[in-house]
């Protein structure tokens, strides 16, 4: 039971207080991947799983709260997710792709909503994992983008957009197969796999960077109190900790740009195949 | 931060592992994301649009409306400042038509009772004039009775009264014309 409630609750101050060595300045655990591979609950369900079905009831919830009897004079929370929503509508879907963005707009907030919640489970008390940082997430995203900007390129401009693509008239014809090179791997590889990349390893980075220092500074802290070790010890425990809550704010920041530039880049990428060559 | 690295070492490549999504976080990760989009599709982003669609018109009739109860206000002020100028104008004139009045009544009332003093100074005068005439006819036939009696006494007979009378009233009237 026991064990079965810390893969529910998150295991990585459980991992981390049985593997600590008090003997290294931060704890590290033995195999890395711990932080983020977590053990199955039921079946083939870890706890990872069961945050997306979270993140998604929680975006589907506000949203429906918001949204169910809107008011033409809103409330304070129907005005706050209206902000968001249209700050995706306005600045990200019509902003950049254009009047004909209002299309792609559905498709943007969703990505732009799933990431943020997603993104910030990181910083969320008891949740504590960002489930972004799985590449499960980004992965299939950028492969939504990918699909989506490919299929209006190749709708809009036919055979022209491959073309455009690995023999680009705007540049000089001696150039032209280098650029065709790299223009190539920018569409066709380079751009999904770097929006993948992107996300995963920012979130990746910032969790294992905020179970580190706040793992290692909540047990250096016990251990000092309990006598385990010096006050030295526990001293450097505070300033780890006290790294950890700095780090915290900055996550807070990184989860809601991460979410950003992830849409943001989708919206560029939509717009460069809606009006290709121009 | 050795430790770090050796256990980066340690386990054997785990970023790359990290690299790879397991199947089962992946169908996950697509089934709550299909939730999600196909919530936002069918029902987020429809509200939003009808919202703003909403809102717009809400806002547009209501600029108009305030423009007309503005337009409204205004012509309705520019009648009260015409009504209340025309008032004004309207008790100037009737202070001006009250003026006048007074003053012709003013002007008839001194001149009726100067008209009055004068007849009065005048019949007076008159009255006065008539008195002394009487008085002075009075008087002359006074002195005319006694210069004949006077005579008659010197004469000691009845003189021709009639006669003397006549010498009498010519000689006062020489008298008088010198």
Not at chain 1, 22 to 40: A, G, I, K, S, Y
Not at chain 2, 34 to 39: C, E, Q, S
Not at chain 2, 95 to 102: G, L, Y
Request: hydrophobic fraction near 55%; aromatic fraction near 10%; include cysteine.
């Amino acid at each position: 039971m026991d064990q079965l409630a810390s893969r529910f609750f998150g295991n990585t101050f459980v991992l981390a207080a049985e593997e600590c060595d008090l003997t290294q300045p931060v704890c590290v655990p033995e195999d890395f991947t711990e932080l983020f591979v977590l053990p199955n609950i039921f079946g083939q369900v870890n706890r990872t799983i069961l945050l997306m079905f979270l993140a998604a009831l929680i975006v589907v919830v506000v949203l429906w709260a918001a949204l169910r009897k809107p008011k033409l004079v809103p409330g304070k929370f129907q005005a706050a997710i209206e902000a968001l929503v249209g700050f995706v509508r306005d600045e990200i879907a019509v902003g950049i792709i254009g009047p004909e963005g209002v299309k792609y707009f559905p498709y943007l907030l969703s990505i732009f909503m799933f990431i943020l919640v997603g993104n910030l489970f990181e910083v969320t008390p008891a949740i504590n994992f960002p489930i972004t940082s799985r590449m499960a997430i980004p992965a299939f995203l950028a492969l939504c983008t990918y699909f989506i900007y490919l299929v209006t390129g190749f709708a809009r401009h036919k055979f022209t957009y491959l073309k455009e693509i690995v023999w680009p008239s705007y540049v000089p014809i001696a150039l032209r197969p280098l650029v065709g090179i790299i223009e190539l791997a920018q569409y066709f590889v380079i751009r999904p796999f770097s929006l993948a990349v992107r996300l995963f390893a920012n979130l990746v980075a910032g969790h294992t960077m905020l179970s580190l220092l706040l793992a290692t500074g909540i047990i250096f802290i016990g251990a000092a109190i309990g006598g385990e070790v010096s006050i030295l010890k526990g001293g450097a425990g505070i300033l780890w900790f006290a790294m950890g809550l700095l780090i915290f704010l900055f996550e807070l920041l990184v989860s809601v740009l991460q979410a950003y530039i992830f849409t943001l880049l989708s919206a560029v990428y939509i717009e460069d195949a809606v009006h290709f060559g121009h | 931060m050795n430790s770090w690295y050796l256990a980066a070492e340690e386990s054997g490549g785990g970023g790359l592992d990290l690299l790879l999504p397991p199947l089962p976080e992946l169908i996950g990760g697509i089934i709550a994301f299909a939730i999600v989009f196909i919530f936002i599709w069918k029902f987020a982003s429809p509200a939003i649009n009808r919202l703003l669609e909403q809102r717009q018109s809400a806002i547009a009739g209501q600029l108009a409306e305030a423009e007309k109860a503005k337009a409204e206000a205004e012509s309705l002020l520019a009648d009260y400042r015409a009504q209340l100028a025309e008032a004004r104008e309207q008790a100037n004139q009737i202070i001006e038509e009250a003026r006048n009045q007074a003053e012709t009544m003013k002007n008839e009332i001194v001149s009726r009772a100067e008209q009055q003093a004068a007849e009065i100074v005048a019949k007076a005068r008159e009255e006065a004039q008539a008195e002394r005439a009487r008085a002075l006819a009075e008087a002359r036939r006074e002195v005319a009775n006694l210069s004949i009696d006077l005579a008659e006494r010197v004469v000691g007979e009845a003189l021709d009264r009639e006669a003397q009378l006549g010498l009498v009233e010519r000689y006062i009237a020489e008298l008088e014309s010198k």
